[in-house]
C-alpha cells in the first residue's frame, strides 16, 4: 500500500535512486539534488514501506502563482495513480491561488497534465543553461 507524505525531509540516497530510475542524470549531483529540495515550497512523496516510490515538487510565493517542476514515479510503480494523487495533492494545496503551472516536456507529459485538469498554455517562454553553470547561493533564497 501507498503512503503519501508532505514535507522535504527525504534520504539523499532515495532521491537519487529515484532520480537515476526515471533517468534524470543531471540531477544526481548530491548537492544541487539537496538545494533543489532544501529551497522547494512543498513537497509531496510517495512511499512504499521505506522505498521511495514517487514525488512532487512546488515553487510557490504563497500567493499567486506556483510551478510544479518535478514529478516523477519510479518505473517500477507506474500505473498505479501514485503521479495522478501526487499532483492532486498539490493542486488541493495550491487551490486558492490564481496560477497553477507545470512542466510537460513531451506529449505523454502533456496528456497526463491535461488529465489532472490542466489546460495547455501557448505563452511561456524559458532560458535553459547547462547544469555545470548553475550557481548554487549560499545565503539560501
Not at 6 to 27: Q, S, T
Not at 101 to 128: I, K
Request: glycine residues 8%; hydrophobic residues 40%; proline residues 3%.
Amino acid at each position: 500500500m501507498i503512503e503519501y507524505k508532505e514535507g522535504n525531509r527525504i534520504a539523499l540516497k532515495e532521491l537519487k535512486r529515484l532520480y537515476a530510475a526515471v533517468r534524470w542524470l543531471h540531477f544526481l549531483r548530491p548537492r544541487l539534488l539537496k538545494a533543489v529540495y532544501d529551497r522547494s515550497d512543498y513537497v509531496v512523496s510517495a512511499w512504499d514501506g521505506k522505498r521511495l516510490a514517487g514525488v512532487a515538487r512546488v515553487i510557490s510565493d504563497g500567493v499567486f502563482n506556483a510551478y510544479i517542476p518535478d514529478v516523477l514515479v519510479d518505473p517500477q510503480y507506474r500505473r498505479m495513480g501514485i503521479a495522478r494523487e501526487l499532483v492532486r495533492r498539490v493542486i488541493e494545496r495550491y487551490k486558492g491561488l490564481y496560477n497553477i503551472t507545470a512542466v510537460a516536456e513531451d506529449d505523454g507529459g502533456r496528456v497526463f497534465f491535461y488529465n489532472c485538469g490542466m489546460t495547455q498554455m501557448r505563452t511561456a517562454m524559458r532560458r535553459m543553461q547547462p547544469i555545470k553553470k548553475v550557481a548554487m547561493r549560499k545565503e539560501g533564497r
